[in-house]
């Protein structure tokens, strides 16, 4: 049975750079699904980052793309995601979460890590 | 855009629930099919999908959940509501990928 985990630091300072990382057990990342980070700010609705896919494809939601940057690593089986120059909006729960196939299109995302929280704070 | 209603809701055990989502464009994709997905999230865990492609059930998800809906306009049931219901309902659409959107969420109080 796939599982995810996510780990990245609780804090990060206003202007700096978020890195979260995700790691995959019970299957392998190769696998054909897309991977994604989606989160969730306080008392408020989730929102889609971006994804990608173990060719190194990606698509990112426009609203973030300037800022944003997804990776994998194969032979490590995670992937990772790094979010620069952020500010106290970026405050929220990260999950990472696996779509349900690597087509297009698809139906969601049909499993989730337990997430990680971000504060954005000086 | 997807826009759920009520975003709050105090349901009595074992009445019935509603939720409504509606979307500003049509869901329906070029092959027909409607990438409308319902997630359950209860106080303190991560999202679980119940329902893709409008009304297909999940998994081990009871069938007091059900999906309805068409082009615009979809909403998800629970026939009699308990105690392990209570939590946040978040549509999802993926027929107009990416990005992929979800509505606002709806706090379901029991």
């Known amino acids: 049975q796939v599982q995810l985990q996510e780990s990245g630091p609780g804090l990060v300072k206003p202007s700096g750079t978020l890195s979260l990382t995700c790691v995959v057990s019970g299957g392998y990342i190769t696998m054909n699904h897309w991977w994604s980070w989606v989160r969730q700010p306080p008392g408020k609705g989730l929102e889609w980052l971006g994804e990608?896919?173990?060719?190194?494809?990606?698509n990112y939601n426009p609203s973030f793309k300037s800022r944003l940057s997804i990776s994998i690593d194969r032979s490590k089986n995670q992937f990772f995601l790094t979010l620069n120059f952020v500010t106290a909006a970026d405050t929220a729960i990260y999950f990472c979460?696996?779509?349900?196939?690597?087509?297009?299109?698809?139906?969601?995302?049909?499993?989730w890590g337990h997430g990680t929280v971000v504060s954005v704070s000086s | 855009v997807l826009t759920q209603f009520p975003l709050s809701q105090s349901v009595t055990l074992g009445q019935p629930a509603s939720i409504s989502c509606r979307s500003s464009?049509?869901?329906?994709?070029?092959?027909?099919?409607?990438?409308l997905n319902w997630y359950q999230q209860r106080p303190g865990q991560s999202p679980r999908r119940l329902i893709y492609k409008v009304s297909v059930r999940d998994s081990g998800v009871p069938n007091r959940f059900s999906g309805t809906g068409s082009g615009t306009e979809f909403t998800l049931k629970i026939s009699r509501v308990e105690a392990e219901d209570a939590g946040v309902y978040h549509c999802?659409?993926?027929?107009?990928?990416?990005?992929?959107?979800f509505g606002q969420g709806t706090r379901l109080e029991i």
């Open positions: 979460a696996r779509a349900s196939s690597g087509t297009y299109p698809n139906d969601g995302f049909n499993i």
């Open positions: 990608i896919y173990h060719s190194g494809e990606t």
């Open positions: 999802m659409q993926s027929t107009h990928w990416p990005p992929y959107t």
């Open positions: 464009e049509s869901l329906v994709h070029s092959n027909r099919n409607i990438y």
